[in-house]
């Protein structure tokens, strides 16, 4: 919702005020301008992006529209999946947690949190790590050696897509340019002609320039940024698991185990000890 509100003020703000300057709207409709600056942000685009990053860059673009997804809810149900599951390697050790990360969709306890289900990178992450430790013999610090790695190559491999939008972004004031460039060509054939003809081609050919501008300063830059902090929410919902299988790799209770991963939840979406004590409290009630 802010995106597109976001995006409104944007044009309300440039195309309002040079209205209110008095500017004609009309100058402003160039098709053509469109095109040659679109069609050359596009096909730069598809020049530079393998096809599994162009599908990256489109899905996490549209992405941006339905916001963050790693709310204080989503947060809780992390957590109580986590006290949940390492309650059951407390009580009935480690080798009771086997059906539950070899097969989560038939779990027990993964059914109760449909969000961590569909989000098939953070389920693989936490179900393969803890795999591992039924073997044992890993110690504590290469568990988390471990997870350091899985996290760095997964969010390396989602930071293509940000990274090329703010390259087209980078672009587009250049290739705004090249679309002056052409209408002051077009301009200078027709320079013997009356002065009214040639000023309307000096003004087509800059609003290739302020399109491209535009284009990059009030949309594809923000929405490159957008991109990033949608990734360092979901690197922060990775971080919460990381936290959670470490404190338990090192022989803590759940309830601790749990408090280690709520520490490192961003302040505006924690959830407090006492919701989390709840949430337990009904857990520990239902057993």
Not at 91 to 110: C, Q
Not at 252 to 260: G, M, R, S, T, Y
Request: with cysteine.
């Amino acid at each position: 919702m802010f995106v597109i509100i976001g995006a409104a003020l944007v044009l309300v703000g440039v195309i309002g005020g040079f209205l209110i300057e008095g500017g004609p709207i009309q100058v402003l409709l160039q098709p053509t301008e469109f095109m040659i600056i679109g069609g050359a942000a596009i096909g730069s685009l598809l020049i530079m992006s393998p096809f599994a990053v162009l599908k990256k860059v489109m899905s996490q673009t549209l992405g941006i529209l339905k916001g963050d997804p790693y709310g204080k809810e989503q947060y809780i149900n992390l957590l109580k999946t986590m006290f949940d599951l390492f309650n059951v390697a407390k009580r009935d050790g480690l080798i009771a947690v086997e059906p539950h990360v070899m097969e989560p969709h038939k779990s027990a306890i993964f059914s109760k949190n449909a969000f961590l289900l569909n989000q098939h990178h953070a389920l693989d992450f936490f179900c393969d790590t803890m795999k591992l430790l039924l073997g044992g013999g890993v110690p504590p610090y290469d568990v988390e050696a471990l997870l350091d790695a899985d996290m760095d190559s997964h969010h390396s491999e989602e930071g293509s897509a940000p990274m090329l939008v703010q390259k087209i972004g980078d672009a587009l004031p250049g290739l705004g340019i090249v679309a002056a460039v052409l209408g002051i060509v077009i301009t200078m054939q027709a320079i013997s002609g009356p002065p009214e003809e040639i000023g309307e081609k000096v003004a087509v050919a800059l609003v290739g320039t302020f399109l491209g501008i535009l284009l990059s300063y009030g949309f594809v830059q923000p929405l490159s940024t957008h991109i990033e902090l949608l990734q360092a929410s979901e690197a922060r919902y990775f971080e919460c698991i990381k936290a959670g299988i470490v404190a338990y790799a090192k022989g803590n209770a759940p309830i601790i185990v749990v408090e280690f991963a709520r520490r490192v939840i961003y302040s505006n979406v924690r959830p407090s000890f006492t919701e989390v004590e709840e949430a337990v409290r009904g857990t520990r009630a239902a057993q």
